[in-house]
Nanobody, 127 residues
C-alpha cells in the first residue's frame, strides 16, 4: 500500500496563496503520476491538477488554470500544488493520489487510474 501524506492546509483570505505538498513514504514517487483532487461539502470530488512522472506533462481544471501550479521534486519524493489568487470557491478538502504505473498517457482529472490516496487536508478560503 502506497502511503501519501498531504501537508497541513489552512485558512486563507481571498486573494491569498497557499502551497500544499504531497510526500510519498515507503516508495519512489517518480514511478507515478500524481494528481490533486478536492471535495467541497455537498459536492462531488473534482480533479484539480495532475502531473506526469517526470513533470513534463501537466493537466489543470479550467477553474484553476492560471492560478494553480503543480510541480514535483522527485529527489524529495514530493509533489507540490501552489495555489494563488484563492477564491472562496476553492474551499474544500484536498487530496493527492498516485496513478498506477501501468497507466500511460496524460493523467486524467476524472481520477481514472488513481488508486492510492492521501488522507486529505482542509483548505478554507474566507475573510
Amino acid at each position: 500500500q502506497l502511503l501519501l501524506v498531504e501537508s497541513e492546509g489552512g485558512l486563507v483570505q481571498p486573494g491569498g496563496s497557499l502551497r500544499l505538498s504531497c510526500t510519498a513514504s515507503g516508495f519512489t514517487l517518480d514511478l507515478y503520476a500524481i494528481g490533486w483532487f478536492r471535495q467541497a461539502p455537498g459536492k462531488e470530488r473534482e480533479g484539480v491538477s495532475c502531473i506526469g512522472r517526470s513533470g513534463g506533462s501537466k493537466n489543470y481544471a479550467d477553474s484553476v488554470k492560471g492560478r494553480f501550479t503543480i510541480y514535483r521534486d522527485n529527489a524529495k519524493n514530493t509533489v507540490y500544488l501552489q495555489m494563488n489568487s484563492l477564491e472562496p470557491e476553492d474551499t474544500a478538502v484536498y487530496y493527492c493520489a498516485a496513478r498506477s504505473p501501468r497507466v500511460f498517457g496524460l493523467c486524467a482529472l476524472s481520477g481514472s487510474g488513481f488508486g492510492s490516496w492521501g488522507q486529505g487536508t482542509q483548505v478554507t478560503v474566507s475573510s
